[in-house]
């Protein structure tokens, strides 16, 4: 299957970005399809450039979009449509096996028998 996602460029600590059509089974730091364009988030405002025409071409061909390009897209004008939140599973807090001390020695001074 063919994606449309950002490929890292750029020097350490400050990375920008390329927008490339990769096959999303190989390296996307290998060769890529197609160079669509660039993403510089550490610009104020952040700078994307984008061939708008190739972008639609690829999506119509059946490419898929990673989420954070998707929204990138949607942002710049480039695609029309909702943006899509991106869902990390989180983790339940494991109960722990027994309650803490504190409320043991309450429970131990409720069951003693009065004297």
Same mark, same amino acid.
């Given at each position: 299957?063919?994606?449309?996602?950002?490929?890292?460029?750029?020097?350490?600590?400050? $990375?920008? +970005?390329? +927008?490339?059509?990769?096959?999303?089974?190989?390296?996307?730091?290998?060769?890529?399809? @197609?160079?669509?364009? %660039?993403?510089?988030? /550490?610009?104020?405002?952040?700078?994307?450039?984008?061939?708008?025409?190739?972008?639609?071409? %690829?999506?119509?061909?059946?490419?898929?979009?990673?989420?954070?390009? /998707?929204?990138?897209?949607?942002? $710049?004008?480039?695609?029309?449509?909702?943006?899509?939140?991106?869902? /990390?599973?989180?983790? @339940?807090?494991?109960?722990?096996?027994?309650?803490?001390?504190? @409320?043991?020695?309450?429970?131990?001074? $409720?069951?003693?028998?009065?004297?």
């Amino acid at each position: 299957m063919v994606a449309i996602r950002l490929s890292r460029v750029g020097k350490k600590g400050h $990375a920008s +970005f390329r +927008f490339v059509v990769s096959d999303k089974r190989k390296d996307m730091y290998g060769p890529a399809l @197609e160079i669509l364009g %660039w993403y510089d988030p /550490h610009m104020k405002p952040t700078k994307i450039e984008v061939k708008a025409d190739r972008v639609q071409y %690829w999506l119509s061909k059946g490419a898929q979009s990673s989420a954070t390009v /998707h929204n990138l897209l949607v942002g $710049a004008g480039v695609i029309k449509g909702e943006k899509v939140v991106k869902a /990390h599973a989180k983790k @339940e807090p494991q109960p722990k096996a027994g309650p803490p001390p504190a @409320e043991k020695a309450e429970e131990k001074k $409720a069951d003693a028998p009065a004297s």
